[in-house]
Protein backbone atom coordinates (compact mmCIF):
# COMPACT_ATOMS: atom_id res chain seq x y z
CA UNK A 1 0.00 0.00 0.00
CA UNK A 2 1.29 3.35 -0.66
CA UNK A 3 -0.48 6.12 1.41
CA UNK A 4 0.03 9.49 -0.28
CA UNK A 5 -1.25 12.21 2.75
CA UNK A 6 -1.76 16.04 1.57
CA UNK A 7 -2.75 19.11 3.74
CA UNK A 8 -5.76 19.26 1.95
CA UNK A 9 -8.35 17.43 -0.11
CA UNK A 10 -7.98 18.97 -3.56
CA UNK A 11 -4.35 18.49 -3.13
CA UNK A 12 -4.49 14.89 -2.57
CA UNK A 13 -7.28 14.72 -5.25
CA UNK A 14 -4.91 16.74 -8.30
CA UNK A 15 -2.14 14.15 -7.73
CA UNK A 16 -4.56 11.32 -7.87
CA UNK A 17 -6.70 12.96 -10.96
CA UNK A 18 -2.87 13.57 -12.64
CA UNK A 19 -2.92 9.92 -12.06
CA UNK A 20 -5.77 9.07 -13.57
CA UNK A 21 -5.43 10.58 -16.53
CA UNK A 22 -1.50 9.57 -17.06
CA UNK A 23 -3.02 6.24 -17.60
CA UNK A 24 -5.63 6.89 -19.77
CA UNK A 25 -3.45 8.87 -22.02
CA UNK A 26 -1.27 5.57 -21.92
CA UNK A 27 -3.89 3.59 -22.60
CA UNK A 28 -7.19 5.70 -24.20
CA UNK A 29 -9.04 1.98 -24.45
CA UNK A 30 -8.49 1.74 -20.52
CA UNK A 31 -11.20 -0.41 -18.10
CA UNK A 32 -11.75 1.98 -15.40
CA UNK A 33 -13.95 0.80 -12.15
CA UNK A 34 -15.89 3.85 -10.40
CA UNK A 35 -17.13 4.98 -6.84
CA UNK A 36 -20.15 7.60 -6.21
CA UNK A 37 -20.68 9.39 -3.25
CA UNK A 38 -19.30 12.59 -2.19
CA UNK A 39 -15.30 11.59 -2.43
CA UNK A 40 -14.77 11.10 -6.12
CA UNK A 41 -16.65 14.45 -6.91
CA UNK A 42 -13.78 16.33 -7.02
CA UNK A 43 -11.55 14.09 -8.97
CA UNK A 44 -14.51 13.86 -11.32
CA UNK A 45 -14.39 17.62 -11.42
CA UNK A 46 -10.53 18.03 -12.00
CA UNK A 47 -10.79 15.13 -14.52
CA UNK A 48 -13.25 16.90 -16.91
CA UNK A 49 -11.11 19.92 -17.14
CA UNK A 50 -8.35 18.05 -18.37
CA UNK A 51 -9.97 17.91 -21.51
CA UNK A 52 -9.20 13.99 -21.60
CA UNK A 53 -9.73 11.98 -24.62
CA UNK A 54 -12.47 9.28 -23.02
CA UNK A 55 -13.89 7.79 -26.55
CA UNK A 56 -12.25 4.56 -25.92
CA UNK A 57 -12.78 4.15 -22.58
CA UNK A 58 -15.08 1.66 -20.95
CA UNK A 59 -16.56 2.28 -17.23
CA UNK A 60 -17.90 -0.32 -14.33
CA UNK A 61 -19.48 1.27 -11.84
CA UNK A 62 -19.30 -0.25 -8.14
CA UNK A 63 -22.44 0.02 -6.54
CA UNK A 64 -26.51 1.01 -6.98
CA UNK A 65 -29.60 1.17 -4.62
CA UNK A 66 -31.91 -1.45 -5.46
CA UNK A 67 -35.59 -0.58 -6.10
CA UNK A 68 -34.81 3.61 -6.91
CA UNK A 69 -35.83 4.52 -10.43
CA UNK A 70 -33.12 4.85 -12.86
CA UNK A 71 -33.72 9.05 -12.93
CA UNK A 72 -34.16 9.22 -9.46
CA UNK A 73 -31.78 12.45 -8.82
CA UNK A 74 -29.98 9.80 -5.72
CA UNK A 75 -29.37 6.94 -7.90
CA UNK A 76 -25.88 6.08 -8.91
CA UNK A 77 -26.67 6.38 -12.72
CA UNK A 78 -27.82 9.53 -12.22
CA UNK A 79 -24.76 10.50 -10.20
CA UNK A 80 -22.88 9.44 -12.95
CA UNK A 81 -24.06 11.72 -15.70
CA UNK A 82 -24.11 14.17 -13.72
CA UNK A 83 -20.71 14.50 -12.56
CA UNK A 84 -18.83 12.94 -15.16
CA UNK A 85 -20.07 10.92 -18.17
CA UNK A 86 -22.63 14.15 -19.50
CA UNK A 87 -19.42 16.06 -19.42
CA UNK A 88 -16.62 13.62 -20.96
CA UNK A 89 -16.94 11.91 -24.45
CA UNK A 90 -17.76 8.98 -23.21
CA UNK A 91 -19.78 6.06 -25.68
CA UNK A 92 -22.91 5.45 -23.35
CA UNK A 93 -22.36 1.85 -24.41
CA UNK A 94 -19.23 1.95 -22.52
CA UNK A 95 -20.67 3.02 -19.32
CA UNK A 96 -22.14 -0.08 -16.81
CA UNK A 97 -23.70 0.81 -13.92
CA UNK A 98 -25.24 -1.84 -11.68
CA UNK A 99 -29.46 -2.75 -12.53
CA UNK A 100 -30.99 -1.26 -9.38
CA UNK A 101 -34.30 -2.52 -10.87
CA UNK A 102 -33.42 -6.20 -12.86
CA UNK A 103 -35.93 -8.75 -12.07
CA UNK A 104 -33.65 -11.25 -11.37
CA UNK A 105 -30.82 -9.81 -9.75
CA UNK A 106 -28.21 -12.82 -9.64
CA UNK A 107 -28.76 -13.08 -13.11
CA UNK A 108 -27.52 -9.92 -13.74
CA UNK A 109 -24.80 -9.82 -11.24
CA UNK A 110 -23.47 -12.78 -12.92
CA UNK A 111 -23.46 -11.15 -16.27
CA UNK A 112 -21.95 -8.04 -14.97
CA UNK A 113 -19.12 -10.05 -13.11
CA UNK A 114 -19.11 -11.58 -17.42
CA UNK A 115 -19.10 -8.00 -18.82
CA UNK A 116 -16.42 -6.91 -16.59
CA UNK A 117 -14.07 -10.40 -17.78
CA UNK A 118 -14.94 -9.43 -21.59
CA UNK A 119 -13.58 -6.18 -21.36
CA UNK A 120 -10.44 -7.41 -20.09
CA UNK A 121 -10.90 -6.66 -16.50
CA UNK A 122 -10.40 -3.80 -14.57
CA UNK A 123 -7.21 -1.87 -14.90
CA UNK A 124 -7.80 0.73 -12.13
CA UNK A 125 -10.57 1.08 -9.90
CA UNK A 126 -11.37 4.56 -7.64
CA UNK A 127 -13.04 3.45 -4.25
CA UNK A 128 -14.03 5.37 -1.47
CA UNK A 129 -14.38 4.31 1.75
CA UNK A 130 -17.24 4.26 4.59
CA UNK A 131 -16.93 5.35 7.99
CA UNK A 132 -17.68 1.59 8.72
CA UNK A 133 -14.73 0.17 6.66
CA UNK A 134 -16.99 -0.76 3.54
CA UNK A 135 -15.54 -0.59 -0.07
CA UNK A 136 -18.04 -0.52 -2.78
CA UNK A 137 -21.10 -1.26 0.01
CA UNK A 138 -19.13 -4.40 1.17
CA UNK A 139 -20.03 -4.01 4.52
CA UNK A 140 -17.98 -5.45 7.04
CA UNK A 141 -18.47 -9.50 7.75
CA UNK A 142 -18.55 -9.63 3.67
CA UNK A 143 -16.68 -12.29 2.56
CA UNK A 144 -13.37 -11.06 0.90
CA UNK A 145 -13.68 -13.05 -1.77
CA UNK A 146 -16.98 -11.91 -2.59
CA UNK A 147 -18.48 -11.19 -6.46
CA UNK A 148 -20.81 -8.75 -7.41
CA UNK A 149 -24.44 -9.46 -5.33
CA UNK A 150 -27.39 -8.12 -3.16
CA UNK A 151 -26.33 -6.71 0.20
CA UNK A 152 -27.86 -5.04 3.10
CA UNK A 153 -27.12 -1.78 3.81
CA UNK A 154 -26.07 -1.24 7.69
CA UNK A 155 -27.73 1.08 9.69
CA UNK A 156 -24.70 3.17 10.00
CA UNK A 157 -24.42 3.14 6.20
CA UNK A 158 -28.15 4.22 5.68
CA UNK A 159 -27.79 6.66 8.37
CA UNK A 160 -24.23 8.32 6.59
CA UNK A 161 -26.16 8.44 3.63
CA UNK A 162 -28.94 9.91 4.76
CA UNK A 163 -27.54 13.39 4.12
CA UNK A 164 -28.04 12.75 0.53
CA UNK A 165 -32.16 11.78 0.57
CA UNK A 166 -34.66 14.19 2.40
CA UNK A 167 -34.69 11.37 5.33
CA UNK A 168 -33.02 8.12 6.63
CA UNK A 169 -36.35 6.27 5.87
CA UNK A 170 -35.49 7.05 2.29
CA UNK A 171 -32.26 5.37 1.66
CA UNK A 172 -33.33 2.01 0.52
CA UNK A 173 -32.31 -1.30 2.17
CA UNK A 174 -30.50 -2.94 -0.61
CA UNK A 175 -28.24 -2.28 -2.62
CA UNK A 176 -25.99 -4.39 -5.79
CA UNK A 177 -21.76 -3.75 -4.96
CA UNK A 178 -19.11 -5.42 -6.90
CA UNK A 179 -17.92 -8.22 -4.31
CA UNK A 180 -14.63 -7.73 -2.58
CA UNK A 181 -12.83 -10.47 -4.68
CA UNK A 182 -14.16 -8.39 -7.88
CA UNK A 183 -12.82 -5.29 -6.48
CA UNK A 184 -9.24 -7.19 -5.89
CA UNK A 185 -8.83 -7.88 -9.47
CA UNK A 186 -8.43 -4.65 -10.26
CA UNK A 187 -5.16 -4.17 -11.37
CA UNK A 188 -4.65 -0.93 -9.82
CA UNK A 189 -6.82 0.94 -6.89
CA UNK A 190 -7.00 4.79 -5.73
CA UNK A 191 -8.72 4.77 -2.54
CA UNK A 192 -9.85 8.39 -1.55
CA UNK A 193 -10.46 9.30 2.05
CA UNK A 194 -10.97 12.90 3.36
CA UNK A 195 -12.01 14.38 6.62
CA UNK A 196 -12.19 13.07 10.36
CA UNK A 197 -15.33 11.08 9.93
CA UNK A 198 -12.59 8.33 7.93
CA UNK A 199 -9.90 8.78 10.50
CA UNK A 200 -10.82 5.59 12.13
CA UNK A 201 -11.95 3.55 9.21
CA UNK A 202 -8.81 4.35 7.63
CA UNK A 203 -6.23 3.70 10.63
CA UNK A 204 -7.84 0.11 10.65
CA UNK A 205 -7.58 -0.51 6.85
CA UNK A 206 -3.92 0.79 6.91
CA UNK A 207 -2.73 -0.23 9.99
CA UNK A 208 -4.71 -2.54 11.52
CA UNK A 209 -4.97 -7.00 10.74
CA UNK A 210 -6.62 -8.10 7.82
CA UNK A 211 -10.16 -8.41 8.47
CA UNK A 212 -13.55 -8.85 7.15
CA UNK A 213 -14.71 -6.23 9.93
CA UNK A 214 -12.87 -3.72 7.69
CA UNK A 215 -13.11 -4.97 4.25
CA UNK A 216 -11.12 -2.18 3.08
CA UNK A 217 -8.16 -3.80 4.95
CA UNK A 218 -7.94 -6.18 1.94
CA UNK A 219 -6.49 -3.55 0.03
CA UNK A 220 -2.96 -4.53 2.21
CA UNK A 221 -2.56 -7.73 0.17
CA UNK A 222 -3.37 -5.52 -3.25
CA UNK A 223 -0.42 -5.40 -5.47
CA UNK A 224 -1.11 -2.24 -6.46
CA UNK A 225 -3.01 0.17 -4.04
CA UNK A 226 -3.17 3.98 -3.48
CA UNK A 227 -4.29 5.67 -0.37
CA UNK A 228 -5.23 9.24 -0.86
CA UNK A 229 -5.59 11.12 2.46
CA UNK A 230 -6.00 14.94 3.83
CA UNK A 231 -4.39 15.89 7.09
CA UNK A 232 -7.56 15.26 9.05
CA UNK A 233 -8.20 11.72 8.15
CA UNK A 234 -4.83 10.30 8.17
C1 LIG B 1 -19.98 4.46 -3.58
C2 LIG B 1 -19.18 3.53 -2.78
C3 LIG B 1 -19.03 3.73 -1.31
C4 LIG B 1 -18.54 5.13 -0.96
C5 LIG B 1 -18.46 5.29 0.56
C6 LIG B 1 -18.00 6.67 0.96
O1 LIG B 1 -19.97 4.07 -4.93
O2 LIG B 1 -18.68 2.61 -3.32
O3 LIG B 1 -18.11 2.78 -0.82
O4 LIG B 1 -17.29 5.34 -1.53
O5 LIG B 1 -19.71 5.04 1.11
O6 LIG B 1 -18.95 7.61 0.59
P1 LIG B 1 -18.64 9.17 0.68
O7 LIG B 1 -17.62 9.47 -0.35
O8 LIG B 1 -19.96 9.83 0.36
O9 LIG B 1 -18.16 9.43 2.07
Redesign the pocket.
Known amino acids: MEIIIQPTALEATAIAARMVAAHLREKPDAVLGL ?6 VSLYKELISMNLDWSGVTTF ?3 EYIGLPCDHPQS ?1 RSFMWENLFRHVNIRRENTHIPDGNAVDVPAFCRGYEDRIAAAGGIDLQV ?4 TDG ?4 NEPSSSLASRTRIKTLTQR ?1 RD ?2 ARFFGSVEEVPHHVI ?1 MGIGTIMEARQCLLLAFGEN ?1 TRAIAEAVEGPITASNPASILQMHPSARVFLDSESA
Open positions: ATGSTPNLDYLGIGHIGFTDNTK
